[in-house]
């Protein structure tokens, strides 16, 4: 059971900022790819940022906003989030792909990502 623990969501202001952070287990492969996905209530989930051995991937809704990073030891992830509206509101989960061979961003989808975290909440009003 892979636990992966989000921490940094909260409520602000439209155009506002938060840093979201996901720390992932030790036993997790620093190479494998990992990405922050999240869920408006009555919307399905959505890719918001994916990062691999070939960097970050970021779709196009918060692309020029929104950052996604992981640190030195490839163990914690961050979101950096810029310039939020009302419609970035969801709840933000992290996940790490289930073949820990799956280390490129480029072509990976949301069913490559078997681990998540619980999530974590970001309100934008």
């Known amino acids: 059971h892979v636990q992966l623990v989000e921490s940094g969501g909260g409520s602000v202001q439209v155009g506002g900022s938060l840093n979201i952070s996901c720390a992932a287990p030790g036993y997790i492969l620093s190479t494998s790819c990992m990405g922050w996905f999240r869920q408006a209530p009555g919307q399905e989930r959505e890719a918001v940022a994916v990062?691999?051995?070939?960097?970050?991937s970021v779709e196009n809704p918060v692309r020029g906003r929104f950052t996604i990073s992981r640190d030195g030891s490839a163990k914690t992830m961050y979101l950096q989030m810029n310039n939020l509206k009302p419609e970035d509101s969801a709840m933000y989960y992290c996940?790490?792909?289930?073949?820990?061979?799956?280390?490129?961003?480029?072509?990976?989808?949301?069913?490559?990502?078997?681990?998540w975290g619980q999530g974590t909440q970001v309100t934008v009003s």
């Open positions: 990062i691999g051995s070939d960097g970050p």
């Open positions: 996940a790490v792909v289930k073949n820990p061979t799956r280390v490129r961003a480029a072509g990976i989808g949301s069913a490559d990502f078997g681990y």
